[in-house]
């Protein structure tokens, strides 16, 4: 048994294919196939069962797959920090999150990062859900994940950095433009744009509709908040989207949009999961907290407890 055959396993398990790994590897589908072969007769259990459309773990494979992806993350966070030491480098921090979010969230910490850690790395690595920001971190491909905190994940640590409240974003012409705040009852006279139908904000919105007995009419759908946002400003609908930093001097700069409150709706929770907080770099855990930093005049107390460690509870172990 080798790492490179806990790898390859993990990898089948993944696609549910012996063929697709090995068109993944550039090598032969036998050679998968002997990776698995050899994981087996060092286990003594059948380890995959074949379907008409590829295999799945058995129940012993399942055991062995968790096991794995537990070691080979571990694994390759000690051999990347060993390579950095070894090549006399300042380090890294790789981070997963959405489209938007280093604009709202993380620009000024970007910047106050480079000052103070001129010689480290920052790898950007976009997904579409919190979904696949948990899966990109239970693979170990990054450190730090940025999302939408929302209930337990099997080995994830979520700790929330500061509460979006939520807003309907107009046209400065529109006939609610002018209105304080909007209500539950008036959100029954607006063109709903939706949100991403496999995002947690979008899950949190239709779970506080639900509960208020809000039913929205929707002729339009959008990947991000920007672009939701983009067209309420050109008039196709109205967005409900959190307050994100930095819309309200947009607004007082001349924007055609208006941001009324949403006093009815929860805000929205967003901060940070990770494997195991205690387990991250020292460069991981500065740059969380300049981010906490960044958050904190937009957030007032949520996001200042960001700031310390010591504040920072986690969500889910």
Do not use: Y
């Amino acid at each position: 048994m080798t790492f490179d055959d806990l790898r390859v396993f993990v990898a089948v398990c993944q696609a549910g294919s012996l063929s697709a790994v090995a068109r993944d590897l550039s090598c032969t589908q036998s050679a998968v196939s002997q990776h698995v072969k050899r994981l087996e007769r060092a286990t003594g259990v059948q380890l995959l069962e074949r379907r008409p459309r590829g295999v799945v773990p058995t129940p012993e494979g399942r055991v062995l797959r968790r096991a794995a992806v537990d070691g080979i993350a571990g694994l390759d966070l000690a051999l990347r920090r060993l390579g950095e030491l070894a090549r006399g480098e300042a380090g890294s921090v790789r981070l997963t999150t959405g489209a938007t979010t280093v604009r709202h969230f993380m620009s000024e910490a970007v910047v106050a990062f480079r000052a103070h850690h001129p010689g480290a790395i920052l790898e950007f690595r976009t997904e579409t859900s919190s979904r696949s920001c948990f899966d990109a971190l239970a693979e170990g491909a990054v450190d730090l994940a940025w999302v939408t905190v929302s209930g337990p994940v099997r080995g994830i640590e979520q700790r929330p950095v500061v509460e979006l409240p939520w807003v309907l974003a107009v046209r400065a012409d529109d006939p609610l433009a002018h209105r304080p705040r909007i209500t539950a009852a008036d959100l029954a006279e607006v063109r709903h744009i939706r949100l991403p139908e496999n995002s947690s904000s979008r899950g949190h919105l239709d779970t506080a509709f639900a509960r208020l007995g809000i039913h929205l009419t929707s002729d339009t759908s959008v990947a991000d908040w920007d672009t939701a946002i983009l067209l309420a400003g050109l008039g196709v609908g109205h967005a409900v989207v959190p307050a994100l930093p930095g819309q309200g001097s947009a607004e007082a700069a001349g924007s055609p949009l208006r941001f009324l409150p949403l006093p009815d709706l929860p805000p929205l929770p967003v901060g940070w999961a990770v494997r195991r907080w205690e387990a991250l770099t020292p460069l991981a855990r500065a740059f969380a907290n300049l981010v906490g930093q960044q958050c904190r005049p937009a957030s007032g107390d949520v996001a200042a407890a960001a700031a310390d460690d010591a504040d920072l509870d986690p969500v889910v172990q």
